[in-house]
């Protein structure tokens, strides 16, 4: 599926949000602007990303996690 403009907009705003806020921004384990986690959501636009939430003890959130599930599904494949 392919997203506008507008999405990755709203998308780019709601994770400066988060790092305003204190939240821990990583992308596959690595440390991430919000622009560099919209860039890479735009060059894999088949949606390959997945989200992880993690809270604190208090429930609070402590760090998004952006996980490319197309990399981690080829590493799962064993050749026979």
Request: net charge positive; glycine share 6%.
């Amino acid at each position: 599926m392919r997203r506008g403009k507008a999405a990755y907009e709203q998308m780019y705003a709601e994770l400066e949000k988060y790092e305003k806020n204190g939240v821990c921004i990583l992308m596959d384990g690595y440390s991430a602007s919000p622009m560099q986690v919209v860039r890479a959501h735009m060059m894999r636009e088949n949606g390959s990303y997945m989200r992880d939430y993690e809270m604190n003890s208090e429930g609070r959130l402590e760090a998004l996690s952006f996980i490319n599930i197309n990399r981690r599904r080829r590493k799962n494949i064993q050749p026979q």
